[in-house]
């Protein structure tokens, strides 16, 4: 995924550990990249959010 998004390998596992947080257009284009819209991504009352969505997919793609 960090490649498809025009980064290096790193990228997306420093924004999953909490070492980096993504520019509002980097979180934009993360958003495109998994299909969703950035209010179904915050959307707390969805039972299983987008975050465990996304965790399930199991880090670098």
């Given at each position: 995924m960090?490649y498809?998004?025009?980064h290096g390998?790193s990228y997306m ?7 980096a947080?993504?520019?509002f257009?980097?979180?934009l284009?993360?958003c495109a ?5 950035p209010?179904a991504f ?19 793609q």
């Amino acid at each position: 995924m960090s490649y498809d998004l025009g980064h290096g390998k790193s990228y997306m596992q420093n924004i999953s550990s909490g070492r980096a947080m993504p520019s509002f257009s980097e979180f934009l284009y993360i958003c495109a990249y998994f299909g969703i819209t950035p209010m179904a991504f915050f959307n707390e009352e969805n039972p299983l959010p987008m975050l465990v969505l996304i965790g399930r997919l199991g880090g670098e793609q």
